[in-house]
């Protein structure tokens, strides 16, 4: 096909293509090739793609979805119900290892036997005809649609990508574009190389593909990819994050919408001297944040923010008090704390620091501490160290970002603070009933309820009198992509929104 | 005559070594093969014969320096042959060994004074107090003033060096010394400064001496009995005089007769020796010489011969001396 | 006779830390065609490097700072790099000291004999291996042609020293120095070595200069003797002159400390008390005053040149002041 | 030892040192080797700015006369950091050495010493360390033991209270170099054995055998000081690589961990914006590479020096 | 020889097996879960669920003993099975053969290379020992050496594109005959190169003071010939043995060498594998790794009596 051609850098050498993960930086480039049940633009609003309707139950706990009657496979075959629950249903088995199937799929009755692997059938999912499904959840959700609208479990065809012992079929993905549902599909991946082409699929259902082909390629150093998208060598990047990106590549590249994640640094209260409110709080207030932003992202594209959820419906709460920069009340906290001062403080150590913003921004704070609180114990692990595993309570602070693929104030909190989430048991050894019961009473109110929305704020403010998390910035979800290149913005998914719409100019 | 010091009885010492590209090969070198001799107190014993023969392993071994692959080495009625290190060190003290060239056997980290105290003090051989007053005896001895206790070896001649050697040997106050080659390295105007030297010594402190040469002149002048020997064997052992007089062996009459004399109308009967010395690795079978000996037989390549008395005190291995007199030294037709 | 090598006040210098020392000092000496030069000194006096100097091979550092060495006309000393290789093997063979670090070891020999033929007679390569197996054979190597194609390690010391002289005659010089070509080999080896060098001499007509430090050695093979003291020639005379008449101090010296196989054996040697100067450390004198029992004032203050003694042989020249004032002892 | 002695130097050394003081690049590499130390000793109390001080409103400086070498992304000055990280640099350099060196000489002198079956086993665990890329061990070491003694410091400092067990310098320098010297020593233990093997059988030895005198100080006194000359030669190769290695860890992110200033971090980290702010990159790679340079010149320099062959 | 090769060859077998055993142990009771890793690496909100991990982990084998684990580990490598990566899933085996092949003929041609430049170049410095071409050669080797590969590349790929046009950026793997491979083996050789020359150097002026290389000159022998035949073979034998070691040095380089210039060897496979604490991969690395430099070090060995007559004879302690 004739068209302009984009050619991308993806910085990661080694990797799993599979479109069935939920994560890595493959995932990135999921919407290219695959379709899903419906997906979010860039304004946040929800599109049809293979599913065009879904309907709730008054009670919000059985769905009843319709197929879009055009969607077709690459191989020009008809996209099926029985496709729909078998992707799903292979995301959720242990062996595909997809990282947050969980997220879309959790509240599906039956889905805990499919994720032990003790199941290949998700009973929740009735595939009624070729055209409807029925969803039966174990509980009410009413934004159970909005979960569905990723590509965390995308729609591929399942005779081409389930084995008969319910797993997938190693490799399906490359072995025939049968199973491609997106407006590309693969023409070349060699993995050893780390190069991917992919052309438009000539059987896509949606709109047709400006593009001819789009070529990407694996260059893992940031200053030779930085370097190749200025020389115009290359258009587009998967995830490019250096403190120089605006000065380098412009602000064009860097540029889009605000999504609903958001970097902070997470203390871990079992561990000391974190176990002490009042060293923790000290460690707050002695960070002037202004400058933490600063000294990180100077020129953008992100911004300073001061609580925990940020881009969806309720964020700006302006009952939420943001925590203040007061050095004095600081360094009178720590003094009162169990630990006395500064000096029998035990080393503090920080983790998650993998990228220069992020190094920086731990600088930053380790100086603004060791200037407004006299502490020097103060340690960083750059790049390699991933603290994780068993150990991971070894640490005092993570830096790590939260957010929700759904822009739903009540579902970034359950994620974030709610007791049952990875970051609160993980990173913060964090339980708040009050909190909890809060998240948890605002996930069962309908969306356009204003009460999902106070409840959930009502719970973050309590959440931030504990006094657990240095807020820093809220993303941006860059383009990553140089001016010329149009149809490149993203959505709160991290996927390209509309990959039929990229053009070059 | 004395009483023996040392006996020696069939001493011999094989070097395993390695061979092939990749030292995949095993093999033996016979450095020395069933030496036998008596070391007589205060005498000079020389062993003379070419280079590789198995001068220095005897000298080697009698100390115990190398350890003996065979035999029995006998002194004050201990055998020394398979004694180690530990049980050894008593009997250091008393035998003691001078080598060829003095600035290797010098530690060049050391000064001469270090160098000399260092045996003195080990063995106890005087205090801390003592110290200075015994080094400059010692260095009075060989004819070094005090001034050269603080010298480094590289600041020294090789005269000088050598005199530094003789005097650590002389440290430990030893009975026996052995003289490897000890003047060999130096200068012709010098060797004869420390030849006499070494009489001087002997003389002073009633030692014996096993001395190691090649240049049979330098032997025949110092020596008391000579040994020859060929090839890890001796060929021949005399009284000096009655080797240089009346040599039997064949080997050693062409060795005598290859020595240069230092007088340009000399017309010398020299019989030369043709071939080389065969490699130790494989030496030759029988009689070791047989192949380059004027008057080998069949019997020589077969039969190892005995060292055997022929005069009182002249023992020669050779299957063709049946006695003293030297006319019947016909080569036999191949 | 005419002089094929005249040298005539030469003088070598090292460079040392502390300024340039002096190791030669004035030789002179000269060598007829078809004579048999004896060169004799001890350790460290300045004989390779006078030999070294005569053919630019002295090594970094050392320069030959004065004199001539005049060969067949040409002073060697002022020859281009490229005018000095064509006298190297062509006119003046070299046969070193040490045959074991001496050849080439990663190189079979038959190709280091070649060598010399290739680049100084031009010949084809296969007519000079031809000829360099009649060179072995010529040095007396039973089976030559096979013995090409060893490597040095394979062979004895004798036979590598033969090997050396083979290389040193293969440009059919018309002077052969050998540097103590025997000190490293066995007595019965080191009798072969000088009888076939006598007899190639003869044979073939040369020139020798022979380096030693062994007098006996040296004896039976040089028609004449100069005697090397710390740089200096400080007698020479024809052979039978040297050991009858010797007139230096040192010279006279040397020969009684030497034991003798004939002689009848002494309790103490006569010797010469004290060491040799070290080069750079030279008294400004006569090298021997130091040492010397018949030493005057006047030689502490001048070196005395050679000259002829007084009563003996008109080749006869020493260079000390007490002898050529009192004659020959 | 005694009396005698005592009025004269080593005059070996002595001479030695004459020769490298005629060798200018030697001279020079021991001048600015001379100079890191001071800095490394007397760092803090030169430095012009408090190397850690941040000023958001000055970063990424160009040098000028307020900052000879400018400011880096969080505002310090470049300079103050160099002169600090010579202390992170000298004590890498050194410890790895040391510690390899510790390890290579005593198994590569009582190797070559005693030969036989230490011999061999130690030139089979030589060769396998050798035989492991060394990059690939050092961050595998780090990846994985690093955790676990953290914990174990942490857990040692809240019983103790002793503030060492805060330092984490301490498990950096511990680790990463302690697992780099793990793989430095083997060229050492090399050397060692080679030239104890050759000085075992040098007569003056032997010599010391004779006098009946025992193997340690035979080792101590007679072989060790022998071995001694190239073992300085290979150590201040050896300084110079070490340092470079470090940089190459940093490179990969697990050498000193910020805001601790190391020339390997500071390098890595100018290297990501060296287009923008070259002076970022050049400054610290600069130092490092004159400071490599001037130990490769006085390493040849001692060489040269300390072999009288070269210069008889 | 062969008896000599299958010898090596056995010793090696129990040195790497301590390796991996060592490489294994610190992977298992050090790095932390991989399985985790798998979902604490990616960026976001992942749940972490221990239930999903468990299942995983035992469908993976990792719950059994250490031992049984390295047991099976190896016994999966006996018949050819590396096990699949962490992190592409992806056979190990296969990601190794691809990639190796590359590092291989880069290394050997970054070898090449440095005995091409390095011997000749170390030649004319020792041969001219103190003038001003040994020093400014032995400076260059200096200053090269000063230049680790991870600043040398970024910074030359950097200058390149600023001066090459758009298109022709040697970025990549082209085949060792592609100008693509130029920059990358340059920068890989710097180092090595410095080494070199001045081992070569060293060597050279060792060699310049035998005897042998008199006896050459005093034959007549001209200059160049004498440089060629008398010296260069015996200052090939050291050097040769130091190109063996310097096989470690290319090995290290070309982690960071590939990576800056795209080339998918194994430094690249390595750094990849590093930042993913892939053990699978990392492990099967550090086998080839050792092989590489073990089966150098034979071959360095099997080339030396071939370079050295003597060593053919007897065995003196190398
Ligand atoms: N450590 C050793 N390993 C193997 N062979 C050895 C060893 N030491 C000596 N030899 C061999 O043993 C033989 C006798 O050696 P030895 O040193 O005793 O001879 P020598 O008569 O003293 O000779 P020289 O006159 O040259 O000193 C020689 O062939 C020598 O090569
Ligand atoms: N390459 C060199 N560098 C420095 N000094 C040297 C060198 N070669 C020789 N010498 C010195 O020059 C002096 C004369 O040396 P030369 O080799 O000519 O002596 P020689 O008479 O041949 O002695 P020998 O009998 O030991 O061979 C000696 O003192 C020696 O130390
Ligand atoms: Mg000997
Ligand atoms: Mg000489």
Redesign the interface.
Known sequence: QEGPVLKAINP???????PLRG??VP?RWNSVWNASAMYFNEKGEIQPYVLTEWTPSADFVTWTLKLNPDAKFADGSAITAADVKGSWELSAM??S?N??I??VLAGVAGYAAA???TATDISGIVANDDGTLTVTLSGPDPIFFQRLANHIAPIVKVSVARGADGNEV?DFFLAANGATSGPFMLESAN?????LVWVPNPNFFGPKPALARIEL????????A???L????YQAHTELV???IV??LGADFAGGAEIP?SQHFWFNTAR?PMDDPKVREALILAVDRD?LI??SF?DGPHQKTDMVMNAVPGADDAAFVPYPFDPEKAKALLAESSYGGP??L??I?FVG?SS?AN??A???I??QW??NLGIS????????????????N?IQIFR?????RVPDAASYLA??IAS????A??KMAYKNDKVDALIAEALTKPADDPARISLAQEAQRLFRDDFCFIPWYKQTMSRWATANVSGMEKNLD?QIVAPWAINIA | MNAPLITIKGLSKAFPIRLGAFGDKAAVVRALDDFTATIIEGETLSLVGESGCGKSTTGFCILNLQRPSGGSIVYKGQELAQLDDDAMRPFRRDLQIVFQDPYSTLNPRMTIGEALSEPILFHKLATKSELPARLSRLLADVGLSDRFASRYPHELSGGQRQRVAIARALACEPRFIVCDEAISALDVSVQAQILNLLLDLQDKYKLTYLFIAHDLAVVRHISDRVGVMYLGRLAELAPSSDLFANPLHPYTRALLSAVPEPDPKSSRQRQRLQGEVPSPLNPPSGCRFHTRCPLAREKCKAEVPALREITPGHQVACHAVTSATTTQWEPVSA | MTALLDIKSLTIDIARDNGPARVVDGIDLTVAEGESLGVVGESGCGKSLTMLSLMGLLPNKIKATGGSAHFAGRDLLRLSPKELRKVRGAEIGFIFQDPMTSLNPVMRIGDQIVEALVYQKAMAKPAAMQRAGELLELVGIPSPRDRLMAYPHELSGGMRQRVMIAIGLAGNPRLLIADEPTTALDVTIQAQIVDLVRELKDRLKMSVVWITHDLALIAGLADRIAVLYAGTVVEDAPVDVIFDRPSHPYTRGLLASLPTLAGKAMDRLPSIGGTPPEPGRRPPGCPFAPRCSLAMPACNDALPKLAPVPGSDPRHRVACFVTTEKGAA | MSAVVEDKPNSLWRDAWRRLRRNKLAVAGLIIIAALVFVAAFGPWLTPYDFLSQDLDARNLAPSLAHPFGTDDLGRDVLSRLIYGARTAFLVAVIVTLVALLIGVVLGAIAGFYGGFFDKALMWVTDMTMSVPQLLLVVVINASLKQPITLWMEARYMETMNPIYRNSALIDFVLVFGSMALISWPPYARLVRAQVLSIRNRPYVTAARALGLTNRIILMRYVMPNAMGSLIVAVSAGLGTAMVLESAFSFLGIGVNPPTPSWGNMISDGLRVWTNYPHLLLAPAAVLAVVTVAFNFLGDGLNDALNPKGQK | MFAYITRRLLLWIPSVLLVMLGVYALAFYGAGDPIKLIFLRAPGDVAYDPVKVEAIREQAGLNQPFLVQFGNYIWNLLHGNFGNSLTSGRSVWAMISAAAPISLMLGLLAMLVTAVVAIPLGMIAGMNQNTRLDYSILGTAVTLWAIPAYVAGPLLMVALLAILPKGSVPYGWGGVFSVKIILPLLVLSFQPIALIVRQTRAAVIEVMTEDFVRTARAKGVPEHIVALRHILRPVLTPVITQLGLIMITIVNGAIFVELVFGLPGLGRLTVSALTNSDFPVILAITLIGSFLVMASNLLVDLLYPLLDPRASDAKGGR
């Open positions: 990661a050498f080694s990797q799993d293509w599979s994560g890595g995932y242990p062996a290892q990282q947050r969980d997220q994720k032990d692997g190693p993995l050893d190389t780390g190069e390629t694996a260059i893992e150093d940031n200053v030779t930085t370097q190749m200025a020389s115009g060598e250096t403190s120089t000065q380098d994640t000391a400058g600063k000294a100077p000096d029998r035990p080393k150590m620091i220069p190094e920086a731990a600088q930053y380790a100086e060791r200037q114990a103060v340690d960083m692990k750059p790049q390699q160290d991933q603290y994780a595993g068993p150990d991971q070894a790590d970002d939260v957010g929700t994620g974030s049952s989430s990875g970051n048991t993980g991290w």
